[in-house]
């Protein structure tokens, strides 16, 4: 059974910087062939997505956050990583990683909160 924790969420001011990690796990499991991603979710919103890297190492961001959020995979080290830079208060979210089984299998969640 596949399962995907999350970290690294935390507080930080507006114009700040965040690093997310998300590690996938479990029996047999090959990491690197399988595609995973992001998702946000604030208070009273919907889900949307925020980026997704396939098995290849290509990456892809909604608008709102191309230039300034950078997805990556170590599959040495079975991890992804959301690195977020000139974070903004509309930033503030539930981060959820997902890999992609296919059909998506979802961690818990991590608090981003940015504010001053």
């Known amino acids: 059974q596949v399962q995907v924790v999350e970290s690294g969420g935390g507080l930080v001011q507006p114009g700040g910087s965040l690093r997310l990690s998300c590690v996938p796990s479990g029996s047999r499991f090959s990491f690197s062939i399988y595609a995973m991603g992001w998702y946000r979710q604030a208070p009273g919103k919907q889900r949307e997505m925020v980026a997704f890297?396939?098995?290849?190492?290509?990456?892809n961001y909604a608008e709102s956050v191309k230039g300034r959020f950078a997805m990556s995979r170590d599959n040495a080290k079975n991890t992804v990583y959301l690195q977020m830079n000139s974070l903004k208060p509309e930033d503030t979210a539930t981060y959820y990683c997902y890999i992609s089984v296919p059909g998506f299998v979802w961690g818990q969640g991590t608090q981003v909160t940015v504010s001053s």
């Open positions: 890297i396939t098995s290849g190492g290509t990456s």
